[in-house]
């Protein structure tokens, strides 16, 4: 068998076969917070106030996740 028909792994790993994916993240937890904190604000103006405080608490954690995932996202 000729060895050029069969690429070796070094060809594979030039060729994108075997690439890794990059470390990324979208906008999943911004878009959350900010439907967490339109819940809120929709609870608060019908007078539940517990689910309008459980929303703002969840919204605000969302958010310092999204600003941790970017800093480090901005930092690799």
Do not use: C, H, N, Y
Not at 42 to 59: D, E, F, I, K, N
């Amino acid at each position: 068998m000729d060895s050029t028909s069969i690429p070796s792994v070094d060809q594979q790993l030039l060729s994108g076969i075997e690439t890794s994916v990059p470390l990324q993240f979208s906008g999943d937890f911004l878009e959350l917070a900010v439907l967490f904190f339109v819940i809120a604000i929709v609870a608060a103006v019908l007078g539940a106030r517990g689910v309008a405080g459980l929303s703002m608490t969840v919204a605000k954690w969302l958010v310092i996740v999204f600003l941790v995932l970017a800093v480090i996202s901005i930092l690799l």
